[in-house]
């Protein structure tokens, strides 16, 4: 086992690329197969939720000579509350994520244009509204075909993601794998 720069170098590239592979194959998926990636999105939010709600609870025990105890317990049950109601009804969790996405790309989409605009004298503004028409289509695409777009947004979405960091981290490895090979 190296302890040198370069042999540490080596070896986090390897695993670098075998993370960005996993990554690539996971975002592939997700695209193939949208409405089992949304349903692990929101079961994961709902996994995340309900141990915000625990969390919440203990900081509460450990606090409760406080005067916040009673807002810290209110929290951690409509945390709980929450993670426990998507865990019971994930496909209701995922129609719900995504109409809060489609609203998030609309108001986004609206924000970059709106900034573009005031920012037009700079270089390369255009593309910003041009991101920013892009944002609100899609944004509108969701919204006008939800809750049918809950079947395919969300996955989409995060398969798309999946895969481009993937690409990108496996490019990323590569290159610093070449720099590698100057080292003895």
Known sequence: MSTTAPGIL???????????????????LAILVPPLAGIAVAVLIAWLLTLSGVFHLVFAWHVRSTRGVIWEILIGLLYLVLGIFLFLRPVSALATLTLLLSVYLFVRGVLEIVAGFHQRALRGSGWLIVDGILTLVAGLMIALSWPSSSEWAIGILIGISMLLGGISRLSLCLGAGRVTTAFP
Do not use: E, N, P
């Open 10 to 28: 080596k070896k986090s590239i390897g695993w670098g690329i075998a993370l960005s592979l996993l990554m690539i194959v996971a975002g592939i």
